[in-house]
């Protein structure tokens, strides 16, 4: 398992990228991030994008790792605790700190365009 920790003014995904390089993660999986963000660009379900201004807390993260890139979900609370929740994209700035949980994976996970569904999705191998 790897734990690290960001710090302020970093952006959240080039950090988990730059973490995963450092560790050579070429398979693995987001268990937790706890922190808190100034601003947050997420992927909404619409396949739009959207920047909320902060500051945030983080209250729940998720994803994947794998040599293709990171498939991550976050959702993050306001100062009057309204949660929004989206695909973790580049702009979510880091305010005081992120400490994130990384497992690593003996599989082999892989991302495949589908015209399916428009975006790569996620191939398991064995």
């Given at each position: 398992m790897?734990?690290?920790?960001?710090k302020p003014?970093?952006?959240?995904?080039?950090?988990?990228?730059?973490i995963s390089k450092q560790n050579r993660v070429k398979s693995g999986i987001i268990i937790c991030i706890v922190?808190?963000?100034?601003?947050?660009?997420?992927?909404?379900?619409?396949g739009n994008y959207k920047t909320f201004m902060?500051?945030?807390?983080?209250?729940s993260a998720e994803g994947t790792i794998s040599a293709d890139g990171v498939h991550i979900h976050m959702s993050i609370s306001d100062a009057e605790g309204h949660?929004?929740?989206?695909?973790?994209?580049?702009?979510?700035?880091?305010?005081t700190t992120a400490e994130i949980g990384i497992l690593k994976s003996d599989k082999t996970?892989?991302?495949?365009?589908?015209p399916k569904t428009?975006?790569?999705?996620?191939?398991?191998?064995d």
């Open positions: 790897i734990i690290s920790r960001l003014h970093e952006d959240l995904k080039k950090g988990i990228i730059n922190g808190s963000l100034n601003s947050a660009t997420l992927r909404m379900a619409d902060g500051p945030f807390e983080i209250v949660v929004f929740g989206g695909h973790l994209s580049d702009g979510c700035i880091i305010n996970l892989i991302r495949v365009f589908d428009g975006y790569k999705e996620l191939i398991i191998d």
